[in-house]
């Protein structure tokens, strides 16, 4: 049962002697092609061009949303006002009756 084999000890492991096994070298890792300067400068002129193009682009769209923004505001507060004028005019019928 489970009590019976407390006494018992468990056979060691045979461990296995690591100069047995191959171990292969780490791969070194290559240097990579140096481009030539020509394409490094084609690239930076290229990522000048996309900034350039894409900042006015970025700051036009914030405006629009900064402008959509307020008028919606604007068109919240008319609305309202609105509101209070029709239950100020409501209360005032009901007094009346």
């Given at each position: ?15 296995v ?30 990522a000048?061009?996309?900034?350039a ?16 923004k307020?008028d ?17 005019h409501?209360?005032?019928e009901?007094?009346?009756?």
């Amino acid at each position: 049962m489970a009590t019976q084999g407390r006494g018992k000890k468990l056979p060691a492991k045979a461990s296995v002697p690591s100069s047995d096994y191959y171990i292969p070298p780490l791969p070194v890792a290559v240097a990579p092609v140096r481009q030539s300067v020509k394409e490094d400068i084609v690239g930076w002129i290229a990522a000048c061009v996309l900034i350039a193009l894409l900042l006015p682009l970025g700051a036009m769209l914030y405006i629009d949303i900064l402008e959509v923004k307020n008028d919606a505001k604007v068109q919240l507060e008319k609305l309202e006002k609105l509101r209070r004028q029709i239950e100020q005019h409501q209360r005032k019928e009901k007094r009346n009756e």
